[in-house]
């Protein structure tokens, strides 16, 4: 389809997994598995998937501002005030909608391993 760009941060992940990291659709961006400091502590993970969303969001020149919705999936719930910090300090008042969901994670690391992953969606508009 015309005007569907599909972008990822490294070329050899295509190669790997059977997704795009950023998907940009007119004036809409949809970016996926946003993860990072897997087997740290909640807060660190939360840090480290939206560094990991800042970096995809800088390959169609937008920021976090940009972001108009999250879904987020924690493997304990009972996590969500750590999640909401962290949100804070980065999103500083401009929050995006969002739903949070927990769910297991079938990822490298086991038990210990991936605690967080968030989903955005983000405007590119004028």
């Known amino acids: 389809m015309d005007g ?3 972008k990822n ?7 790997e997994c059977a997704y795009s990291e950023v998907v940009e659709a007119g004036d809409w961006v949809f970016l996926n598995f946003c993860v990072g400091n897997v ?10 998937a939206l ?6 969001l800088a390959l169609v020149g937008l920021t976090l ?9 924690m493997k304990d719930p009972w996590n969500i005030p750590a ?29 210990n391993g991936l605690q967080v992953q ?7 508009g004028k």
């Open 118 to 124: 968030i989903d955005a969606i983000a405007y590119k």
């Open 65 to 73: 501002e940009a972001v108009v919705k999250v879904d987020v999936l």
């Open 51 to 56: 560094d990991n969303m800042e970096a995809r």
């Open 83 to 111: 999640m909401e910090k962290v949100f804070a300090e980065r999103f500083k008042g401009r929050y995006p909608a969002r739903k949070t969901v927990a769910t297991e994670f079938a990822h490298k690391g086991g038990e």
């Open 39 to 48: 087997g740290g502590t909640v807060e660190e993970q939360v840090h480290g």
């Open 9 to 15: 941060l490294d070329d050899a992940f295509a190669n």
């Open 4 to 6: 569907i760009i599909r």
